[in-house]
C-alpha cells in the first residue's frame, strides 16, 4: 500500500484559498486518492476522490499531475468552520477490500 | 437518512474487562469497516465486513473480534482491555459492493476510556 506524506500543519486565514499536497511516490495503477476532513470527536469525512488530473466538486478541488506522485487539495476562500485535520489516502482499486490507510493528517488553522 | 450510528457514544472499563459497540450502517450499506484512533494518531483500520463476512483485518491482535448481523448492524468486541485500548472507535460504512473505490460514511465513534 502507498505511503502518503503531508504537512503536519498548516495556517491560514479566513477568505483564503488553502493549498494542501500530498506525496505518494509509490502509487499503485491501480490507487484513487481520497481526501478526508475530521473535527474534533468527530468521524471524518469524505471530501474528494481522484484518479489523475483535476476533481472539482461543491467544497474543494484536487489536482493530480500526470505522474500521480502526489496531489493537492485546494479548498478556496476557507472559513473559520474549515479548522480541521485532512488526511490523505491512496488505497487499492482491489474489488470488495476498502481498508483506508491513514497518515497522521494536515491540522489546518484558520484564523479570522 | 440517518447516518451511520454508533453506541454508546462514551463508555468507561477498568483494565481486564471485556466492551462490545454497536454500529448500525447507513440503510442500503452492506459493508461496515472499524477503526480504532488513538488520541492525536489517524484512524488505524481493524476490520472490514461484507455481507456478514469479514473481508479484512488490520494489524490488531486476537483481543479484537467483530461481527456483522443480517440487518446489516455490526459489533465490535475486545476482550482483556488494555489501558492502550483507550482511544475513539469508529465505525464506517459503504455501499452494496464494498470495494474500495466506494465512499466509506463514518459515525461520530465511541469514545473509549480504560483505567
Known amino acids: 500500500l502507498a505511503k502518503t506524506t503531508q504537512p503536519i500543519s498548516m495556517d491560514s486565514y479566513e477568505g483564503q484559498e488553502v493549498n494542501i499536497t500530498c506525496s505518494h511516490n509509490n502509487i499503485a495503477t491501480n490507487d484513487y486518492i481520497t481526501w478526508y476532513q475530521q473535527f474534533p470527536s468527530q468521524g471524518p469525512r469524505f471530501i474528494i476522490q481522484g484518479y489523475k488530473t483535476k476533481v472539482t466538486n461543491e467544497v474543494a478541488s484536487l489536482f493530480i499531475p500526470a505522474d500521480r506522485k502526489s496531489s493537492t487539495l485546494s479548498l478556496p476562500r476557507v472559513s473559520l468552520s474549515d479548522t480541521a485535520v485532512y488526511y490523505c489516502?491512496?488505497?487499492?482499486?482491489?474489488?470488495?477490500?476498502?481498508?483506508?490507510?491513514f497518515g497522521a493528517g494536515t491540522r489546518l488553522a484558520v484564523h479570522p | 437518512d440517518a447516518g451511520v450510528t454508533q453506541s454508546p457514544t462514551h463508555l468507561i472499563k477498568t483494565r481486564g474487562q471485556q466492551v462490545t459497540l454497536r454500529c448500525s450502517p447507513i440503510s442500503g450499506h452492506k459493508s461496515v469497516s472499524w477503526y480504532q484512533q488513538v488520541l492525536g494518531q489517524g484512524p488505524q483500520f481493524i476490520f472490514q465486513y461484507y455481507e456478514k463476512e469479514e473481508r479484512g483485518r488490520g494489524n490488531f491482535p486476537d483481543r479484537f473480534s467483530a461481527r456483522q448481523f443480517p440487518n446489516y448492524s455490526s459489533e465490535l468486541n475486545v476482550n482483556a482491555l488494555l489501558l492502550g485500548d483507550s482511544a475513539l472507535y469508529l465505525c464506517?460504512?459503504?455501499?452494496?459492493?464494498?470495494?474500495?473505490?466506494?465512499?466509506?460514511?463514518f459515525g461520530p465513534g465511541t469514545r473509549l476510556l480504560v483505567l
Open positions: 489516502l491512496v488505497g487499492p482499486f482491489s474489488g470488495g477490500y476498502n481498508k483506508l490507510i
Open positions: 464506517a460504512s459503504s455501499g452494496e459492493s464494498g470495494s474500495s473505490q466506494e465512499t466509506q460514511y
